[in-house]
Every structure is written in C-alpha cells, then in structure tokens.
C-alpha cells in the first residue's frame, strides 16, 4: 500500500517548501534554520499588524488577528517539532550499544 505524500498548498508554511528545494542541496539544519526564520516573519508581522491597529493605520481588526493567529500557530508547531527532535534524540541517548 502506497502513501501519498501531503501536499502544501500556498502560504500553508512559514518559510519556502521543503517539497521544491533538491533534497541534494539542503541539509535538516538548513530547512530547521529556514522554518525558524518563517516563524520570526509571522512574529514579526504580528507585531507590525499590532503596532498599525493600536494608532489606527490598520484596516479591519480581522487582518490584524489573522497576523496575531498565524504567529500563534507558527510558533506552537515550531514548538511541537522541536519537542518531538528532542524526544527522538533522547531516546537514542538510551540505546544501549
């Protein structure tokens, strides 16, 4: 039985897709670096989306908890992945040779 790999629609990640890069050319240390970047970005728009609502330069408060939102759920994945590398590191740690 065959899997089919998930496929990312547009704007669904926080930085570019690992699925176009050459498997050849980057490293996990590259797309982990890549993925903290992306979340920085969504932080970061926050803030600015935040900042522009507070002295009414924003639009709607829509736009502005939709920044809000996705720096929340960009953040907490982060978080997730890097709770599950370092459980996966952990138990390498507790194999015994």
Do not use: C
């Amino acid at each position: 039985m065959e899997i089919s790999p998930v496929q990312m629609t547009a704007g669904s990640s926080p930085g570019p897709s690992p699925l176009a890069k050459e498997p050849s050319h980057s490293t996990f240390a590259m797309l982990l670096q890549e993925a903290v970047d992306g979340v920085n970005r969504f932080q970061q728009d926050a803030a600015t989306a935040v900042q522009q609502y507070t002295v009414g330069k924003a639009e709607t408060l829509h736009d502005t908890m939709i920044a809000v939102e996705k720096a929340d759920i960009s953040l907490r994945l982060l978080m997730q992945v890097r709770n599950k590398a370092v459980e996966a590191y952990q138990e390498i740690m507790r194999m015994q040779i």
